[in-house]
């Protein structure tokens, strides 16, 4: 890990003597939303975390081929939503990394660089949990970091739930239902294309960064067919 990228990493873990708990919120952020806000809230209070650290994926593992929006502007994105919360954060931590994304690196990263009381939560989206499994290095990250799925209503989680039992590892891995997750960034894209409106889904200020830099204008149809 780069000096730059140790500095942009949140201090935790001073006091010895009691346990620390970091939430990692995974994600395209393409772009954010309340649906995202609402998750992390919901799973630092769910899981009493010290900090939330939104970090929007540079690029992709299983977007490769995607066209997905230039990480600065998701980043920036992400800066905006998560400013006037003091128990959020967002990282460059990975659209600072060369290469593709893949998140046994980044519980690496951060295992290396965090002292032994500080515990990792990944929070992610149930459909990507789904998938764990697949993921670089699955056995690895069982053993890092907690795992938090955010499920939309009427999700049904057996299908995650057999998976992950049957492989064996030692995952740990908590579902949380999240009404919000109704909310999408699919759905955000192809509205701010069609020129409706999107006021409500997300902050203020990622829609005035939408506007102001012409994001999602062009026809997301196709990009639409791929997500
Ligand atoms: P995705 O397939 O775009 O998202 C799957 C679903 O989860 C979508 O409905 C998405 O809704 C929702 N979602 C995504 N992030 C969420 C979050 N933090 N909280 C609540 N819902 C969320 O997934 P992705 O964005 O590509 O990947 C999610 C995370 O998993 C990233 O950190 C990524 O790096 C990691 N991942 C790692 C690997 C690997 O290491 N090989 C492979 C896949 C994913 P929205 O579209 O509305 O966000």
Known sequence: MTADARASLPELGADASREYRLGIMGGTFDPIHYGHMVTAEQAREALDLDL?????????????GQRVTD????????????????????????????????????????????????????ITGADAI????????AGRMAELAT??????????????????EASGLPFDVRYIEIPALAI?????????AAGKSVRYLT????????????????SVVERTDVL
């Open 71 to 122: 990480a600065e502007d998701r980043y920036a994105m992400t800066l905006l939503a998560t400013a006037a919360n003091a128990a959020f954060d967002a990282s460059r931590f990975e659209i600072d990394r060369v290469g593709v994304t893949y998140t046994v690196d980044t519980l690496v990263e951060l295992r290396a660089h965090y002292p032994e009381n500080v515990r990792l939560f990944f």
């Open 130 to 137: 789904l998938d764990l499994l697949t993921w670089r290095d």
């Open 52 to 64: 939330v650290l939104f970090m929007p994926a540079g690029s992709p593992a299983f977007k490769q």
């Open 147 to 164: 795992f938090i799925a955010a499920t939309r209503p009427g999700y049904n989680i057996e299908q995650a739930r057999r998976r992950i």
């Open 203 to 218: 902050n203020e200020s990622v829609i005035g960064y939408i506007r102001k830099h012409g994001l999602y204008n062009e």
């Open 184 to 192: 999408s960034s699919t759905n955000i894209r192809a509205r701010v």
